[in-house]
């Protein structure tokens, strides 16, 4: 498989490695971007593989919770420019959309689609008019509800609209009580990207393949075989603390955890907390855009 400047970019954006190094990698795996990363990380080049892959498109994240906060919608829709973004008829589009999400039985896009929109038909036949009128692509990309009355939601909007986060607690306190709780949580993980709330939720596989990447790179580093092991049991450790949202330094106070934090605010208002959902949205993440000018660059520089 060629090699493209565009796969070499993407790879770049994702590890933070040099460019030949990434340009080798993808050579060596024959252009399977995870496996390059992989190789990347193993030979200890790689800074941070993002695998959400790169922030391309425009666009809103807009979420609602109800005032007892037992109910939640969360939606993405995007647009070609960050100005249509920013268009008021857009964003009324887009909030209209979440109440629609929040206050229907809807399951999935292809349902959102076929509910009424106002007086204009369908939330489809909606869409196709706003495309027209504003002039540019529109995609309501992916929504989450969530209805649970056993978990207590809090939301939290970074960045005008591109971060959204939903924090759901199984907590005794009322939903005033946990507000401000929930939203310094749903802060750190605007933050700070954690993959997972706690180390109990990581899974196996991730597990293994973290182990077989942290034990090359300890084998490239020339480390004796009989302490790689033990090595291997440290970084990992280390790499938990960084991707589970409890074990993270808590981004408003460098002193204490996650945990640390709940636990104190367990003490204070007595009353029972914890994290049982953790839903990130970040505008256009993993989607792709053309980006013609720094493309030809990294073209040029691989023919040097």
Avoid: W
């Avoid at 971007?33 to 809103?60: D, F, P, Q, T």
């Avoid at 954690?194 to 597990?207: A, R």
């Avoid at 460098?254 to 907390?273: A, D, F, L, W």
């Amino acid at each position: 498989m060629a090699v493209t400047a565009a796969m070499v970019k993407e790879l770049r954006e994702r590890t933070g490695a040099g460019m030949m190094d990434c340009k080798k990698a993808l050579m060596d795996t024959e252009g399977d971007m995870e496996k390059s990363i992989e190789l990347l990380r193993e030979k200890g080049l790689a800074k941070a593989a993002k695998k959400a892959g790169r922030i391309a498109s425009e666009g809103l994240v807009n979420l609602k919770v109800t005032e007892n906060g037992k109910k939640a919608a969360m939606v993405e829709i995007n647009s070609e420019t960050d100005f249509v973004a920013q268009n008021d008829e857009f964003k009324e589009f887009v909030n209209n959309i979440t109440d629609i999400i929040l206050d229907s039985e809807i399951s999935n896009l292809n349902e959102l689609m076929e509910v009424q929109y106002l007086s204009e038909g369908t939330v489809s036949q909606a869409l196709k008019n706003k495309i027209a009128k504003i002039g540019e692509n529109l995609n309501i990309r992916r929504f989450e509800k969530v209805d649970n009355q056993g978990i207590t939601n809090v939301g939290y909007i970074h960045g005008g609209g591109r971060i959204g986060v939903i924090i759901g607690f199984e907590t005794d306190a009322g939903y005033d009580e946990i507000y401000s709780v929930g939203r310094d949580i749903a802060m750190q993980v605007a933050a700070m990207t954690p993959k997972f709330i706690s180390e109990e939720d990581v899974d196996q596989e991730y597990i293994e393949n973290e182990k077989k990447i942290l034990t090359q790179q300890a084998l490239n580093e020339g480390k004796p075989k009989e302490i790689v092991e033990k090595m291997v049991v440290g970084r990992l450790k280390k790499e938990l603390k960084q991707v589970c949202l409890m074990e993270q330094i808590f981004v408003k106070d460098g002193e204490i955890t996650v945990s640390q934090y709940i636990r104190n605010n367990e003490k204070e208002m007595n009353k029972t907390i914890k994290v049982s959902r953790m839903i990130r949205y970040e505008i256009g993440e993993g989607l792709d855009k053309k980006e013609e000018n720094f493309a030809e660059e990294v073209a040029k520089q691989m023919n040097n």
